[in-house]
């Protein structure tokens, strides 16, 4: 199995929702990573999980939560966000943090209304 | 924090045609990767290649380490290579990723 995938592919939210997204691989990769993607941007990184732990948090709103549950998974937990959150949010793993081999998933369009 | 520079932002090439596309960085680098974003947003991993040559089908790649660019060839370009080229690179013990602002690029048949 050689990809990551991310779940849901679309999500429209409320700014008073809880929500969650979902990413999960099975490459055996200890290095697991957010983005966030506006249109016509690159990508920027959001959190990196090294080894199911926190390893970067790039100053991302506490409205952001991560949580890596286990070395396959990891979510991105969204709270009272705001319009300006809508963007495309991605994963991606690789086998060591920084190292070579990212793959990332599909991503999830989100809009905040 | 290292600054990437990737040229040319916009480019139209005829289906079949050839085209280079450069990534200019402004520090030393450990890692540097090229990904390909289809127009769904779906990014694709085309190498890794912090120095040396690289070539996989029509795509292949040059890193000149020691003057801090690279470049990524298409060869007989297909629709198919339509989307954002994103060069990526990080430093020595700083494990982020930095990515340049990607070369929109289209193919027309």
């Known amino acids: 199995d050689t990809e990551v995938t991310q779940t849901p592919k679309h999500l429209v939210m409320g700014m008073t929702n809880k929500k969650s997204l979902k990413c999960e691989q099975h490459?055996?990769?200890?290095?697991m990573y957010w983005y966030k993607q506006k249109a016509k941007k690159p990508p920027e990184l959001m959190f990196v999980?090294?080894?199911?732990?926190?390893?970067i948090n790039e100053s991302v709103p506490s409205r952001f939560s991560p949580e890596c549950p286990n070395s396959s998974l990891l979510n991105l937990h969204l709270h009272a966000l705001q319009p300006e959150d809508s963007a495309l949010y991605l994963c991606?793993?690789?086998?060591?943090?920084?190292?070579?081999?990212?793959?990332f998933g599909s991503g999830t369009r989100l809009t905040v209304v | 924090g290292i600054q990437v520079e990737q040229s040319p932002p916009d480019l139209i090439l005829q289906e079949g045609a050839n085209s280079t596309l450069r990534c200019n960085f402004s520090?030393?680098?450990?890692?540097l990767q090229w990904f390909h974003q289809n127009p769904w947003g779906q990014l694709i991993n085309l190498f890794y290649i912090p120095s040396g040559t690289k070539q996989n089908g029509r795509l292949s790649a040059t890193t000149v380490a020691t003057e801090r660019y690279s470049l990524l060839y298409i060869s007989s370009s297909q629709t198919t290579d339509s989307g954002v080229y994103f060069c990526a690179v990080s430093i020595s013990g700083n494990n982020r990723l930095a990515f340049g602002k990607g070369n929109q690029v289209v193919v027309i048949p």
């Open positions: 520090d030393s680098v450990n890692n």
């Open positions: 999980y090294s080894y199911e732990k926190l390893s």
């Open positions: 991606a793993s690789s086998p060591r943090q920084g190292g070579e081999g990212y793959t």
């Open positions: 490459m055996g990769h200890r290095a």
